[in-house]
């Protein structure tokens, strides 16, 4: 007899359709207070981190004071704050986003299985471009993935912080359309207004992630916070997404009425005043991705599970193609420490030298003004400008020096060398370096010194970083390529017209895995312009090789050719094929080298035996000592170019 947990009962529905799981009673509570302990856990371990870490690593790359008046050495002294950590993060983010969004493709594509001939190969080829194109088109519209406005916070908040996290969910919107008036009311089409992937940021108190986890993906469970308003809650129970019944249990017991804490003081610090009020209610939802063994087998599961009433909303099948977890994690470094951490210690030093320099230059040009206590028309409490007139005697009043010019100079340099230090820390080399790519001289001999010296470039922190981006770059772009796999294209396929046909053939390829990206640092996406000009270089390599194999191959097929000369070149032939393809593979021009050099036309061997047909001697000596008897002498056009010389015989 089936188990319960394979024993499917519902309704047919579309593939990937969130299935919610038809475990018997007893397995959900247990899963219910499994989550309970796993929540509770999680929030007060990262409590502190959430609370007071995180909002003061905020305060550091916005450049804001503690204090915001300070009163020492003097009221209302200097309070400046050298933004290095903030210089930093959009100075990396900046590099990375105009490295892969200035470029086309937005991500390379390629086929992991061999074409078995030409026609195939060459479908492959329009395959992978049309799904680049259709990436680049989703990517960019912003009424589709407006992936770069997701992408440039994702990376900054990363730089920043240490950590940061995006969310692919599945999005359906259907809306009523205004269509015009007619018969005196007005007409209405539902329409889908939007089908596909949405990409979300979170924020990072928002990830619930066990700090012990050296894997992302390995969190078990891996909990998402979602703050939830009652019109959200409500949308989610009609969609089916939750149960309208444990919906409506909660409805009347949010969590707070007004944002969290921490959001009032970063409202505030903005000039917004929050204030409880029941329509700012709030419920925290929290996303669970977790496995649960049950009946021998390992599922993967999704739960929606309200903490403050313990309840669990739903609990799903894991829809995603493989059991994939829909986030994807980019790191600054392997510990997870961003700029702010990194360089909080600097920002404070260089910034208490701006600050002293300033407050001791104000004491220069201001000095101490002493009075006569003796005279009394003149206020204790007066003040000092420009140009004022004092009724006093000659000295009654007197103004002293205070601080020294010279400082003002050793603390510039001071500062500057702070600064210095703190860039080398944060690894962020200068914006232009390098040189171009391959070049050819005069003489047409290549040099690979140009390609060296980006290499080399490249070798530092700052491009070690910006790689970790571009690996979070492409395993994002993996992602909604999945996505769009298995919700389907809905209206969009309809911009490519006959191809959309190959556009799904494309997407059921990448499904079952035939299609990915190169997970490389420096794909054509992130190189293009270094990739240009070895492509032209190429062109030529390849050009005077498939002049040079033509005529190899013509020498190899003369039939008046010796057996042993034919057969040394049909592996001369062979040789060059392979070298030609590696050196093309080394370019990265392609995983597939044979694409681009087919393979040599098979040619028959002759046996050794088997004199060819209108053939002359085989020996280059009878065939000297033959010329040498017919009295044809230096004559040997009709030998086929073979010099007329031999042992004995006159050069």
Not at 27 to 33: C, L, S
Not at 589 to 604: F, G, R, T, V
Not at 620 to 647: H, W
Request: hydrophobic letters at 35%.
């Amino acid at each position: 007899m089936a188990s319960p947990a394979t024993a499917i009962s519902e309704t047919k529905l579309p593939a990937f359709t969130p299935r919610t799981i038809n475990f018997p009673k007893e397995v959900k509570e247990e899963i219910e207070k499994w989550l309970c302990r796993h929540i509770d856990s999680r929030i007060s371990r990262l409590r502190n981190l959430h609370e007071t870490k995180i909002p003061e690593y905020r305060r550091i790359l916005q450049g804001r004071p503690k204090e915001e008046n300070k009163s020492w050495p003097f009221p209302n002294c200097s309070n400046l704050v050298h933004p290095l950590a903030g210089e930093s993060c959009n100075d990396l983010a900046a590099r990375v986003l105009q490295l892969v969004w200035n470029t086309h493709p937005l991500y390379v594509f390629q086929y992991l299985v061999k074409a078995g001939n030409d026609q195939e190969a060459a479908s492959f080829t329009r395959k992978q471009n049309l799904l680049q194109d259709f990436m680049d088109y989703v990517g960019n519209d912003p009424r589709e993935l407006d992936l770069y406005t997701r992408e440039n916070k994702w990376f900054i908040d990363s730089a920043g912080l240490g950590k940061a996290h995006l969310l692919v969910v599945p999005e359906h919107r259907m809306e009523a359309v205004y269509t015009g008036y007619e018969e005196g009311r007005a007409s209405f089409d539902e329409r889908t207004i939007y089908e596909g992937p949405k990409v979300v940021n979170l924020r990072y108190e928002d990830v619930l992630a066990d700090p012990d986890c050296q894997v992302f993906e390995e969190n078990d469970p891996l909990i998402v916070r979602h703050t939830l308003s009652k019109r959200q809650l409500q949308e989610r129970a009609y969609k089916g997404f939750l149960d309208k019944e444990k919906v409506k249990s909660i409805l009347g017991h949010p969590d707070r009425y007004g944002p969290s804490p921490v959001k009032k003081r970063e409202h505030a610090k903005k000039g917004i005043a929050d204030s409880e009020d029941t329509t700012l209610a709030e419920w925290d939802i929290y996303a669970c991705y977790f496995s649960w063994y049950h009946s021998e087998r390992k599922f993967r599961l999704i739960a929606w599970f309200h903490q403050r009433s313990k309840t669990m909303l739903n609990c799903v099948y894991n829809f995603i193609p493989d059991n994939q977890i829909p986030i994807v994690e980019t790191c600054l470094s392997v510990d997870g420490m961003g700029f702010a951490q990194m360089l909080k210690h600097f920002q404070e030093e260089v910034s208490t030298t701006k600050n002293q320099r300033n407050d001791a230059m104000t004491w220069g040009i201001l000095g101490i003004n002493t009075l006569s206590p003796q005279n009394k028309n003149i206020d204790r409490n007066m003040k000092i400008w420009p140009g004022v007139c004092l009724p006093v005697n000659k000295d009654d009043f007197t103004h002293h020096e205070v601080a020294n010019p010279a400082m003002s100079a050793i603390s510039l340099q001071n500062e500057a060398a702070m600064i210095q230090q703190a860039r080398e820390r944060a690894g962020i080399a200068p914006a232009v370096a390098g040189a171009g790519a391959g070049s050819v001289d005069k003489k047409g001999r290549y040099s690979a010194m140009g390609t060296m010296a980006i290499m080399q470039d490249s070798n530092t922190r700052s491009g070690h970083r910006q790689s970790d981006f571009r690996h979070a770059h492409v395993k994002a772009g993996a992602l909604i390529t999945d996505f769009y796999g298995f919700l389907g294209l809905g209206r969009k396929g309809t911009i490519f017209g006959i191809d959309e046909q190959l556009l799904n053939e494309v997407l059921r390829d990448v499904l079952d895995r035939r299609v990915r990206i190169p997970m490389r640092a420096a794909t054509a996406s992130v190189n293009t312009e270094v990739t240009k000009q070895n492509e032209i270089l190429l062109n030529q390599a390849i050009e005077a090789f498939n002049q040079r194999q033509s005529q190899m191959i013509q020498a190899a097929s003369n039939p008046t050719a010796p057996p042993e000369y034919r057969k040394w070149m049909v592996r001369v032939i062979e040789a060059r094929t392979v070298f030609m393809r590696k050196i093309v593979k080394d370019f990265q021009l392609s995983d597939h080298p044979e694409e681009y050099i087919p393979d040599a036309p098979k040619l028959e061997e002759q046996p050794a035996n088997a004199p060819a047909e209108n053939a002359g001697p085989a020996n280059i000596i009878e065939m000297a000592q033959a010329i040498q008897q017919r009295g044809l002498g230096g004559d040997n056009a009709a030998l086929g170019g073979i010099p007329a010389f031999g042992p004995g015989l006159p050069r």
